[in-house]
């Protein structure tokens, strides 16, 4: 049973470019979130889809966007990038109101 | 809105030894209170989480954290600890609600070093 996939695992971009990262849920999860992890902190909630609609958002600007798919699938879309946009990107899934599984990540540079 | 406050960010401690990490939250309804293992490079793994019932909860790897409302705490603990759990240690908060999954509010971490 394949848990929270993301991909890719690393990348790379530089300033004013646009980046898409994915998410697959756990077998079963309808719900995704997705969180910032800055270097040394703790994740940050960016925003969380249910039945492909945005529910709730993160104190995150409207640079940062996301869709989910009828297959409970995810992507997480920064445009404009940041030096500060340089960071872990975690996505996790659930289903009620237990404890959330976590995906490896994605680290993404912006140079 | 709910906060969470993890006072210490970095625990050293002797191979074998007990080892407590704390945790306070603040919030203006009530919670679900977890604790995410997080090693070099992965993902967040939960480790325990109290959702209701008895306030002592056990988790994976032999951890065990309780809650304790009046002092709005949660805090970890191991009897003793191995090699194997130096990591960092995420305390989070999740208020309920009607609506589905709250969002999770984590704390700043607090790294865990084990000495040999």
């Known amino acids: 049973d394949a848990g929270v996939t993301q991909s890719p695992t690393h990348l790379i971009k530089t300033r004013g470019q646009q980046v898409t990262l994915r998410c697959s849920p756990k077998s079963g999860h309808d719900t995704v979130s997705w969180y910032q992890q800055a270097l040394g902190q703790g994740p940050q909630f960016i925003f969380q889809?249910?039945?492909?609609?945005?529910?709730q958002r993160g104190n995150f600007p409207d640079r940062f966007s996301g869709h989910q798919f009828p297959n409970y699938s995810s992507e997480l879309n920064v445009n404009a990038l940041l030096l500060g946009d340089s960071a872990l990107y975690l996505c996790?899934?659930?289903?009620?109101?237990?404890?959330?599984?976590f995906g490896p990540g994605t680290r993404l540079t912006v140079l | 809105a709910q906060s969470v406050t993890q006072l210490d960010s970095q625990v050293p401690v002797f191979e074998e030894a007990p080892v407590e990490l704390r945790c306070n939250y603040s919030s203006s309804v009530s919670v679900y209170l977890f604790w995410y293992v997080q090693y070099p490079n992965q993902g967040l793994q939960l480790l325990l989480k109290?959702?209701?019932?008895?306030?002592l909860v056990k988790g994976i790897n032999g951890f065990e954290a309780e809650f304790n409302k009046s002092q709005t705490s949660f805090h970890l603990r191991k009897p003793s600890v191995h090699i194997s759990d130096t990591a960092e240690y995420f305390c989070a908060v999740r208020g309920i609600s009607n609506f589905g999954n709250e969002k999770l509010t984590f704390g700043t971490g607090t790294r865990l070093t084990i000495i040999p």
């Open positions: 889809y249910y039945e492909e609609e945005e529910r």
């Open positions: 109290y959702l209701s019932g008895s306030t």
């Open positions: 996790a899934s659930s289903l009620g109101s237990g404890g959330d599984d």
